[in-house]
Structure formats: structure tokens, C-alpha cells
């Protein structure tokens, strides 16, 4: 193993030990999406991203939109991680006058590109973003992470046309497809498959991959940064809970359910699993 993909693997697990921290305040959150999606954000922050821990709001910055506000847990984990945020804070978690709610807030947290909530919008907001900075002449490049959820919604496809049409090979969009959603599997709600395929014919260049695959994201990630001409599109296969075998195990998972003597054999599990 190469010392790249170690430390991005030490990472991956100090963000997860992160959110494992804050659901325990809080008692509940997205906490097997953030188990999830850690690998993807260690990789991102750790190995990709162009930024100033010191300050957030360098112009030449990447930035990292995350689309899926309800995220908020794991993209706070990976911030501290990075040292945008004090891992003291994080203790702050949805509490009264916390600078981390619980969904995505621009105007609270600092790193925190865009708010979340309503799903769909974040690609839109990149596209545009993408347009400006270009107009700037700014080399920055646009980071969008979306869900597979947000694939059933219309405003997403139109954003990617227009990422597409305009060239913007600066963007780069990441689907966490941990087929799983509020209404239930995304394959029974609002069937997407074949992903990469629908993308491609959206004039998107895609790549698929493990996301809880630290050495793939980076073979991945370090390819897509090269690609010209067009937008770039990384999905991710990701399990909800990763990390935690008994958590990956839970049926109800879209807002898992976790209980006050669980977090710290979720801790525990964690650890075991280094």
C-alpha cells in the first residue's frame, strides 16, 4: 500500500469516527450516509481539493458544492478533517446557535459553498458557478456532490445539458449511489439504471467506481482531472454505514435509527475494522 492511499485511508476513518461523534449529540442524524460517503470526502479533501484551511473564502479555491444538504453531518466531519473547522466544534452539532444545523447552511459554516435542502438544485448552482468563474478567468474548479436521489429530478438533468453544452470541463460531479432513499430503494422509487450511460448521452464524460474504495477514488479522481472537453461525471457505489458492520447490516438506514448504548460499539467496530 502506498503511502498516498494510507493516509487518505486514516482519513476516511477519523471522518467517520467524526460522525459518529456528532450523531451521539444529537442522538439521531444521516449518520449511515456520512459512514458512506467518508471515503469519497477523505479523497476529495485530502488528495483534490485546492483550498486554504485559513481561508475559506480564497477566490482561486475548488469548490465543493454539496447538493445534498442533509449531508451536512459528513461534509462537517470532513471540514474538521481538513482543518476548516475546529474539531472542538463539532460538539456544537445542531445545537441552538451552532454554526453546524443539521442541514447544509452557506450562511452559517464556513467551507459550506452552498445551503442544501430541497434536492436537485446544487448541479444548477455549479453550472453557473462553473460559468463565472470561467468569465473571471479563475482557474478554480467545481466539485458537485449529488445522490442518486437526486437523479429522479428533472432539474438535474436540465443542469446537466448545460454543463455539458457549454463545456465547462472544470466541473466535475460525484454521485453517491447508496441506492437507498426516503421512499425506499431508489431502484423501486424512480428506477435510474444504467447510470453512466445516461449521463454519457448527456455529453458527460463518466467513470464508475467503488466509492468506499480509497485506492479506486484516486486513480479515478486523478483521471478525471485530466479529461478536457467536457464535464466530468465520478459515480460512486458506496454502502450506507460503511465501517460499522452492524449499521451496514440495518434495514430502516435512510435516517438510521441508532440507539443511546450503540454509538460507542459503533466506535468500537470502527476501530476493530482499522
Not at 9 to 19: C, D, F, G, Q, V
Not at 258 to 271: C, K, P, S
Request: hydrophobic share 40%.
Amino acid at each position: 500500500m502506498s503511502e498516498r492511499i494510507r493516509r487518505l485511508e486514516e482519513s476516511a476513518r477519523r471522518i467517520r469516527r467524526h460522525a459518529l461523534d456528532m450523531g451521539e449529540v444529537q442522538g439521531q442524524g444521516y449518520i449511515g450516509q456520512a459512514l458512506g460517503v467518508a471515503d469519497v470526502l477523505a479523497v476529495v479533501y485530502g488528495d483534490q481539493l485546492r483550498f486554504r484551511a485559513d481561508d475559506p473564502e480564497w477566490p482561486e479555491r475548488d469548490r465543493f458544492l454539496l447538493s445534498i444538504g442533509h449531508y451536512a453531518i459528513a461534509l462537517y466531519a470532513a471540514l474538521a478533517e481538513a482543518g476548516v473547522l475546529d474539531v472542538e466544534e463539532l460538539e456544537t452539532y445542531g445545537s441552538d446557535g451552532s454554526r453546524l444545523p443539521m442541514s447544509g447552511m452557506a450562511s452559517y459554516t464556513p467551507g459550506m459553498e452552498i445551503s442544501g435542502g430541497s434536492l436537485g438544485h446544487g448541479l444548477g448552482v455549479a453550472t453557473g458557478m462553473a460559468l463565472g468563474l470561467r468569465h473571471q478567468g479563475n482557474p478554480a474548479r467545481v466539485y458537485n456532490l449529488l445522490s442518486d436521489g437526486e437523479l429522479d429530478e428533472g432539474a438535474t438533468w436540465e443542469a446537466a445539458l448545460a454543463c455539458a453544452h457549454h463545456g465547462l470541463d472544470h466541473v466535475t460531479a460525484i454521485v453517491d449511489v447508496n441506492a437507498l432513499q426516503a421512499d425506499g430503494p431508489t431502484a423501486g422509487v424512480l428506477r435510474t439504471e444504467p447510470v453512466v450511460e445516461k449521463w454519457q448521452a448527456f455529453g458527460w464524460h463518466a467513470v464508475r467506481v467503488d466509492g468506499n474504495d480509497i485506492a479506486a477514488l484516486v486513480t479515478a479522481f486523478d483521471e478525471l482531472r485530466e479529461h478536457r472537453g467536457s464535464p466530468s461525471v465520478l459515480v460512486c457505489d458506496t454502502r450506507i454505514g460503511r465501517g460499522v458492520p452492524f449499521l451496514e447490516k440495518r434495514e430502516k438506514a435512510h435516517f438510521m435509527p441508532v440507539e443511546a448504548d450503540e454509538w460507542q460499539l459503533a466506535r468500537d467496530a470502527l476501530e476493530a475494522s482499522a
